[in-house]
T-cell receptor, first 111, second 113 residues
């Protein structure tokens, strides 16, 4: 089983739609969680951290379910500019703090 | 400007030549990482370093080498032993405490002809 798994998509959604991505992780020692956005041929950029209590930033909501070992990202009122690949990232506790990326979920918002 | 610099942005080399990719940071972060990304694929870890003069192999270290002589710098050498070096190379940094995220440089796109 992969350490971090994401549905690769693509997710093709119309403008204004709500879309949700899930990401599962296998190691219960995981302690930090993030969502990154990567545009085509660019570097990944931090979208938001994911906190245990859930957090929201404008149209974006991130949630963590430790019992089921998954994190989610909800995008409301999708814009054309949201088209990108969304990567989930999990960091383990411990001395090394291993950083593991999911392979990413591609989102295409259609006019 | 604060951040991570990778140079050059595009690099072309002939097969059989070693090439060194630069990564410099002024964020004062302890940890630095090199990733490789192939078209339509995720990031794969090549090497990482948590402190100066120490580095560890990642998942795909064969054919690559690194050094960490200064906190600010973590150059990656792609050697002729790397079978398929054409890829997008990303350098990242992170402050090593529990909840800190990684920051990425703009990447170097290497093409071996």
């Amino acid at each position: 089983r992969k350490e971090v798994e994401q549905d690769p998509g693509p997710f093709n959604v119309p403008e204004g739609a709500t879309v949700a991505f899930n990401c599962t992780y296998s190691n219960s020692a995981s302690q930090s969680f993030f969502w990154y956005r990567q545009d085509c041929r660019k570097e990944p950029k931090l979208l938001m951290s994911v906190y245990s209590s859930g957090n929201e930033d404008g149209r974006f909501t991130a949630q963590l379910n430790r019992a089921s070992q998954y994190i989610s990202l909800l995008i409301r009122d999708s814009k054309l500019s949201d088209s990108a690949t969304y990567l989930c990232v999990v960091i383990l506790s411990g001395g090394y703090q291993k950083v593991t990326f999911g392979t990413g979920t591609k989102l295409q918002v259609i006019p | 400007d604060g951040g991570i610099t990778q140079s050059p942005k595009y690099l072309f080399r002939k097969e059989g030549q070693n090439v060194t990719l630069s990564c410099e940071q002024n964020l004062n972060h302890d940890a630095m990482y090199w990733y490789r990304q192939d078209p339509g694929q995720g990031l794969r870890l090549i090497y990482y370093s948590q402190i100066v003069n120490d580095f560890q192999k990642g998942d795909i270290a064969e054919g690559y080498s690194v050094s960490r002589e200064k906190k600010e710098s973590f150059p990656l050498t792609v050697t002729s032993a790397q079978k398929n070096p054409t890829a997008f190379y990303l350098c990242a940094t992170r402050q090593s405490s529990s909840y800190n995220e990684q920051f990425f440089g703009p990447g170097t796109r290497l093409t071996v002809l």
